[in-house]
């Protein structure tokens, strides 16, 4: 049976290449709604971007929700310095014509905990955790209902990318970060240890225009638009495909290999804040809260990528 997963987002040019592959696979995943959320650019995009994934798959009847758009408790930083003006500069897509739905994302998400049996309904939030963390604030019964959060989010080895010592993701809204990591719920997360290894080269980039297809097209132009802020910061190979990670790991999780460990988020330190603390060697008493990836194979990646985009 399909994994009943919702998609928490902020398009971003990685972020639709994840939703991308989850609506190309509805025998692996079903997607019972998008929630938009701010981060790498305001919540009037991000909320845009999804429903012109959602079109370019050919599933307008994805619901799509506008969910918070600040962080609980402070300013929103965005990232327009890595995704460009729009969060998903490169290919020229059509305006969406699909509706957003009228309810509020957070209220989308305590309903469908609420209606759906306990234990079925996987969050998938690859952006800041503003609206998951609400919706915990606000229906904290919730909590037990879901099934496993997978999120794109923080670091160890590779430490930061917005600052020294943090991840965007995690950097943006610490404070919601904190609630769901402390909140219970199974985590699986996907650091920059291992979206930093998810790289596309121009054979992998070639391979997606090889497609032949319009999706694939305008995935070879987003990533080739996204690629120079990481080529230049970091002298890397290409863009790293962060958020595809986390419906990758829906698909085929013996792609990747992690810890079971403890993961805490600082809120507090200004030269740290947003890290995400994991006890990797297990130097603390402290108890294991999430399952942190380290490994990818990236070509079983990138071969499952090309074949699901294909498609759509
Ligand atoms: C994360 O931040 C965003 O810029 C990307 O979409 C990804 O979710 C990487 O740090
Ligand atoms: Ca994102």
């Known amino acids: ?54 079109e370019l798959a050919g599933k307008p ?5 506008a969910g918070c758009d600040a962080p609980l408790g402070r300013p929103l930083v965005t990232a327009e310095h890595v995704h460009g003006k729009t969060g998903l500069d490169g290919p020229v897509l059509p305006e969406p014509t699909m509706p957003l739905q009228d309810r509020h994302a ?12 306990g234990g079925s309904v996987t969050l998938c939030p690859l952006g800041p955790l503003t609206n998951i963390a609400t919706a915990f604030l606000r229906a904290p019964d919730i909590v037990s209902r879901v099934e496993g959060i ?30 769901v990591f402390r909140s219970g719920v199974p985590l699986t997360v996907m650091p920059l240890d291992v979206t930093h290894k998810a790289l596309v080269t121009k054979e992998r980039n070639d391979a997606f225009r090889a497609i032949g297809t319009p999706v694939g097209e305008a995935v070879a132009q987003m990533t080739e638009f996204f690629e120079r802020f990481d080529k230049e910061k970091y002298g890397s190979l290409g863009a790293p495909l962060h958020d595809p990670c986390v419906t990758a790991w829906l698909l085929k999780p013996e792609l990747f290999t992690g810890r079971h460990i403890n993961v805490e988020i600082e809120t507090k330190s200004p030269l740290t804040l947003g890290m995400t603390v ?16 380290g490994g990818i194979d990236a070509d079983g990646f990138f071969a499952l990528l090309t074949e699901r985009l294909a498609r759509l």
């Open 106 to 117: 957070v209220d989308f998400l305590i309903d469908t905990l609420r209606s759906e049996p």
């Open 61 to 65: 009847e994805t619901p799509v929700f």
């Open 278 to 293: 994991a006890d990797w060697w297990g130097v603390t008493s402290r108890p294991a809260n999430a399952t942190f990836m």
């Open 150 to 179: 997978v999120l794109m989010g923080g670091a160890y080895f590779e430490v930061g990318n917005i600052t020294p010592t943090a991840e965007f993701n995690i950097y943006v809204d610490p404070e919601a970060a904190d609630i």
């Open 1 to 54: 049976m399909a994994r009943r997963i919702i998609i928490d987002t902020d398009p971003g040019q990685d972020d639709a290449v994840a939703i991308l592959l989850a609506l190309s696979s509805p025998q692996d995943v079903e997607v019972l709604g998008i929630t938009a959320v701010a981060g790498n650019v305001p919540l009037a995009l991000t909320a845009r971007n999804a429903r012109i994934i959602c």
